[in-house]
Every structure is written in structure tokens, then in C-alpha cells.
């Protein structure tokens, strides 16, 4: 009984442990020195006892989700500016700063001048035109009736020709005069309602004696207006934009983006933004341009996308968060964790040249993600590693590196 114990002793203090025992007798079982530099063999029976297991390496894709601020801004392509075509006082304001408004809808009406000048203008020309007319209808009826006479006394041999043709000729210049006066009126009536039209004001009947002095100002298009600068009182002119109209169902979403983060994003990447303005909402779209330069010192670019905005929701102004995921992600070698060994500055995996030989493969990984790491160069997809066990075989590498400098 002595005896058994005395050797379980030494062999305790020969092993350090039983660990100690386990990696002594594998390195009894690895062949190091007469393998190739940074190869290393293992015997079956050692790859059996330290449950070496061999994997194929395969392809994941680097998905980057980048995290920022975005701002809803109005389509610039969409946006126009309403002023008035003349100078002169608003005399009333029909619509507010957000409304949206529709094509030929009246915002305001301005005391216009211009319009009482053309108004009163045409009537005057148009009463003096009817006199001309009346007193044509008068002369031709006078005509025609001599003409008549004549003509019947010219019949009976009484009437000389020569009276008879001059009553011809009176008559039909009269008819002349009498529709040259009614085509100036039809011109007069024509030009009066073109120029008023350019106020957006409708002709009346020239037999009014009212004299229109107010000119509406409509909007071309519709939109919403995403800023006002006019109301009641002002004193407005034809240079300075009243109105600033967005056409908001399409509306731009600016992302703040920084110079160290340009690289990594690209036209056509996915986008998805939320605001607290719209509590439980998700608008995606994809990236559309990126500006070519920052227009400040604080190096931030500016990426664009362009929301749907059917039900005008999205305003300008608005701030949320923008969430930028690779369109088409880049795909690397990926390896679990346990497979990669680090010494020194060195990262290197343990490459299965046949059953019982694994020769150390520098690599670089490029990103760590959920459960082991993407390679950037080193080994690629379909080649064979050792993944659990492959500290066993460092251990056992380096062992015989320093038995080899000893």
C-alpha cells in the first residue's frame, strides 16, 4: 500500500498536475521539428484525445448599420415663390403659415392701382367707342335711305346716274366706318381683359360704373406654404416674395454625416428615420446623393433621401434619427472565435493540410461580430481550420519554437 502511494506521489510531482500531464503527454505526440517552419503534426491518437475539430470556413456579410441625425427639408425642385405683379396695400389675408392651398386658390387681395388705371381706362375708351357706333348707325341709316331714293328715282329716269352711284358710294363707306368701330370695341374689350387677367382680375360690363381696383393673388400650384411674410395693412411690392410654397408630397430628409464615416456609405444604401413628432412611425427610404463637400469647418457631409409624403405629415424642420444600412454588403472569410490565436503582434488560425498536419496561417481580421471574426486577408472561404483545439496547437508551436532556440 506504501508503495502505490509513493508512485502516485512522484508522478504528481514529476506531472505538476493532471493538466500538466495531458499537455506533456500531447507533446509527446507532436512532431514540431521535423515538420516544415510553422508546422506542426499531430499524431490521430492526439487529435482524438485533445478533440481537435476541423471546420470549413464560409462567407458572412458585413452588414454596417450606421447611426445619425437626419432634418426634413423641402424639395427644392418643388418649391416657388408667390409674389405680387404690382405694388400696392393687402386688403385682406386669406391663408396661414402651414395651410395647404390649391391651384387657383386666392391668398390675398391687393389695392392695386395699375388695375383701377386700366379698369377706368377701358371704360372710358369703351363709352366713347359706343358714341362712335351710335352716331356710324345714325350716318349709315341716313345713307341707306338716300341710297334708296335714289336708286328708285335713278330707275325712272329722273335721278342722274352720277347722284345715284355718289348715294352707293356714301352708303357703303358708312358701313365700313360702323365696323371698324365695332371691331375697336371687340379690341379695346380684348386688350383690357388681358391686361387684367395679368392681376388676376375678371372684366366686367363697361356699362358699370364701378371702377375694380383690387387684384387677387392666386397660386399657380398647389402645395403647402412653408413661409408667409405678408398681412393685412402691408405695403407690398412686385421684388419681394410673399409667399413660399412647398409642394410636400415628396420632401428631402438631410443626414448629418461625418468625413471618418463618407467611406462607409454609399448611394442606393437603405435609410429609415423616426421622430418623436411621429411617436411609433418608420419611413425607410435609400440614399439618393451625397454631397460632394461639407459647406463648414465642423466636417459634416450631408446624404440625401427622398420621403413619400402623401398625407403631409413630414414637415420641414422636423429632426429624428436615421438608421444607414449597407444596400449591398461586403462578404468576408469568417472564422468562430475559439480558431483565432494571438501571440505577440501575430493573429494566425491553424490551416488543416491533411489529417494530421496543421500549418499556422497569419490573418487579419477586419471587424469582430457575434461569435468570431470577419478575415480581411489570410485565408478565404472553403479552406479547412481547426476551430476547438486550436490553443493545443499553439501551445505545442510555441513549445517547440523555444525547444528550437534552446
Known amino acids: 500500500m506504501l508503495k502505490v502511494l509513493t508512485a502516485a506521489i512522484v508522478a504528481a510531482v514529476l506531472c505538476g498536475s493532471l493538466a500538466s500531464c495531458s499537455r506533456q503527454e500531447a507533446h509527446e505526440e507532436a512532431d514540431v521539428s521535423s515538420a516544415p517552419p510553422d508546422t506542426i503534426r499531430f499524431s490521430p491518437t492526439a487529435v482524438k484525445r485533445f478533440g481537435l475539430r476541423t471546420l470549413t470556413v464560409g462567407d458572412r456579410a458585413d452588414t454596417q448599420t450606421l447611426i445619425t441625425t437626419g432634418e426634413i427639408k423641402a424639395d427644392e425642385n418643388r418649391v416657388f415663390h408667390i409674389n405680387s405683379l404690382t405694388n400696392g396695400r393687402v386688403i385682406s389675408d386669406k391663408v396661414m403659415l402651414g395651410d395647404i392651398i390649391h391651384p387657383g386658390q386666392t391668398l390675398a387681395v391687393v389695392q392695386n392701382l395699375d388695375v383701377a388705371k386700366v379698369y377706368g381706362e377701358y371704360i372710358r375708351q369703351a363709352h366713347e367707342n359706343e ?4 352716331l356710324s348707325e345714325t350716318r349709315l341709316a341716313l345713307a341707306k335711305k338716300n341710297y334708296d331714293r335714289l336708286k328708285r328715282l335713278y330707275a325712272e329716269k329722273i ?8 348715294a352707293e358710294s356714301d352708303m357703303k363707306l358708312e358701313e365700313e366706318i360702323l365696323r371698324g368701330n365695332k371691331e375697336h370695341g371687340s379690341h379695346l374689350r380684348e386688350e383690357a381683359k388681358v391686361m387684367l387677367a395679368a392681376y388676376g382680375v375678371r372684366l366686367g360690363d363697361s356699362q358699370s360704373e364701378r371702377i375694380e381696383s383690387n387684384s387677387p393673388i392666386t397660386t399657380p400650384r398647389g402645395g403647402m406654404i412653408i413661409k408667409k ?15 413660399v410654397v412647398g409642394d410636400l408630397r415628396y420632401v428631402w430628409l438631410d443626414i448629418a454625416v461625418y468625413d471618418k464615416q463618407l467611406q462607409s456609405i454609399k448611394e442606393g444604401d437603405r435609410v429609415t428615420f423616426t421622430s418623436d413628432s411621429l411617436p411609433g412611425r418608420t419611413i425607410t427610404s435609400q440614399i439618393s446623393y451625397i ?17 413619400e409624403n402623401p398625407e403631409m405629415k413630414l414637415k420641414p424642420g422636423m429632426l429624428g434619427q436615421v438608421t444607414i444600412m449597407n444596400r449591398e454588403p461586403a462578404k468576408y472569410p469568417f472564422i468562430p472565435e475559439e480558431a483565432l490565436q494571438k501571440y505577440g503582434k501575430e493573429q494566425f488560425v491553424f490551416l488543416v ?5 496543421y500549418k499556422k496561417q497569419l490573418v487579419e481580421p477586419t471587424k469582430k461580430v457575434e461569435g ?12 479547412r481550420i ?18 528550437g532556440e534552446d
Not at 411674410?229 to 409667399?243: K, Q, R
Open 386 to 403: 481547426i476551430g476547438q483545439g486550436s490553443f493545443t496547437l499553439k501551445a505545442e508551436l510555441l513549445k517547440g519554437t523555444m525547444a
Open 159 to 166: 335721278a342722274a346716274e352720277k347722284d345715284f352711284l355718289k
Open 229 to 243: 411674410s405678408v398681412t393685412v395693412g402691408d405695403v407690398v411690392t412686385n421684388t419681394e416674395p410673399l409667399y
Open 131 to 134: 358714341i362712335q357706333v351710335h
Open 353 to 357: 493540410e491533411s489529417d494530421d498536419v
Open 291 to 307: 454631397k460632394p463637400s461639407t459647406e463648414d469647418a465642423s466636417g459634416t457631409f450631408v446624404a440625401r433621401a427622398i420621403l
Open 372 to 383: 468570431g471574426y470577419l478575415i480581411a486577408h489570410g485565408i478565404k472561404a472553403g479552406q
